[in-house]
């Protein structure tokens, strides 16, 4: 079974500009997650999507936003970039949460580099 | 706030010898542990869970234990191997089922052939 996809793997971005990462969960995986990934903060809960609804969102501004789509991939965007957004963001999937052995599988990442 | 913090961020270990990777957390209403390992240019990978129902559980080579009374959790790698070395997080969350994970610090265990 093929593990969480994420693309792209980098992406370069200039201050200003937005930006749209995916995800493909395990197939059969309905709940999706995005973390934010940084030496200084570590690793950060952004949100989390499942049946294609927020069920719950981390302390991000506003400019931080995703979806989840019928066939339970999911998009991040960010808008308006600042330096401060270059991270490895991580997205997650997981069976249906709240259920034993559902734990959280990552996807190797989207490396975003603001400048 | 509440957090999860590591005792140490970085750990030698000889090859073959056992390592344990210690963890605080604050939440007191934590229910899941999760640890993680993650290797240089990948994702977080699952190891092994724990519910606070529990105060040990065994993987293959892997044992977490959970001491509740303490806010303390650890990860036991038995005969450590050389792809062994990456960063280890432990991750929580108070509503068994909620996926906003909190994160530790993360630890660098490092196997010396």
């Known amino acids: 079974k093929a593990g969480v996809t994420q693309t792209p793997r980098y992406l370069i971005k200039t201050r200003g500009q937005q930006v749209t990462l995916s995800c493909s969960p395990i197939?059969?995986?309905?709940?999706v997650s995005w973390y934010q990934q940084t030496p200084g903060q570590g690793l950060q809960f952004l949100f989390e999507y499942f049946s294609e609804t927020q069920r719950n969102k981390g302390n991000f501004p506003g400019r931080f936003s995703g979806r989840q789509f019928s066939n339970s991939r999911s998009e991040m965007n960010v808008s308006t970039l600042e330096l401060g957004d270059s991270a490895l963001y991580l997205c997650?999937?997981?069976?249906?949460?709240?259920?034993?052995?559902?734990?959280?599988?990552f996807g190797n990442g989207t490396r975003l580099t603001v400048t | 706030g509440e957090s999860v913090g590591l005792h140490l961020p970085t750990l030698s270990v000889q090859e073959g010898d056992n390592s344990i990777i210690n963890c605080a957390y604050s939440n007191s209403a934590s229910d899941y542990f999760i640890w993680y390992k993650q290797e240089s240019g990948k994702g977080p990978q699952f190891i092994i869970d724990?519910?606070?129902?529990?105060d040990k559980r065994q993987g293959q080579r892997v044992t977490v234990l959970l001491n509740k009374t303490v806010k303390h959790l650890s990860l036991q790698i038995a005969a450590t191997q050389p792809g062994d070395s990456a960063v280890y997080f432990c991750?929580?969350?108070?509503?068994?089922?909620?996926?906003?994970?909190?994160f530790g610090t993360g630890t660098r265990l490092t196997i010396i052939p």
């Open positions: 991750a929580e969350t108070s509503n068994f089922g909620n996926e906003k994970l909190t």
């Open positions: 197939s059969g995986h309905r709940s």
């Open positions: 724990i519910r606070s129902n529990m």
């Open positions: 997650a999937s997981s069976q249906i949460p709240g259920t034993n052995n559902s734990p959280l599988h």
